[in-house]
């Protein structure tokens, strides 16, 4: 069975930082981009970040840039977010997800990180920044 398993979530004040990991299975993770959507109350689902498992390539939402890094364990098959400089708007529910789209033309072609026609998705982290 594919899982996305995330973890990491948690309760922080502004300008603090959390990790989330995504520990991946069922399926071959060398082939997929990995990331990280979010979704606070009342909004849309938004690309958050992702990494490319074959060549490392990043996206970053401006909203994040600077802020956020991501990184990928492939030997683990695990993807973990790195949230610095944490503000109350990054107050979410955060989704990793995987993507065979992405690893194999977005990528290249500069696409964002869209939740549609996204393969597998995990449960849910709630990250919630306090003021």
């Known amino acids: 069975d594919v899982q996305l398993q995330a973890s990491g979530g948690g309760l922080v004040q502004a300008g603090g930082s959390l990790r989330l990991s995504c520990a991946a299975s069922?399926?071959?993770?060398?082939?997929?981009?990995i990331g990280w959507f979010r979704q606070a109350p009342g909004k849309e689902r938004e690309g958050v970040s992702c990494?490319?498992?074959?060549?490392?390539?990043?996206y970053y939402a401006d909203s994040v840039k600077g802020r956020f890094t991501i990184s990928s364990d492939n030997a683990k098959n695990t993807v973990y977010l790195q949230m610095n400089i944490l503000k109350p708007e990054d107050t979410a529910v955060y989704y990793c997800?995987?993507?065979?789209?992405?690893?194999?033309?977005?990528?290249?072609?500069?696409?964002?990180?869209?939740?549609?026609?996204?393969?597998?998705w995990g449960k849910g982290t709630l990250v919630t920044v306090s003021s």
């Open positions: 990494i490319s498992s074959s060549d490392g390539s990043t």
């Open positions: 069922g399926f071959t993770f060398d082939d997929y981009a």
């Open positions: 997800a995987a993507d065979l789209f992405w690893e194999l033309l977005g990528r290249t072609y500069g696409s964002t990180w869209s939740p549609v026609g996204v393969d597998y």
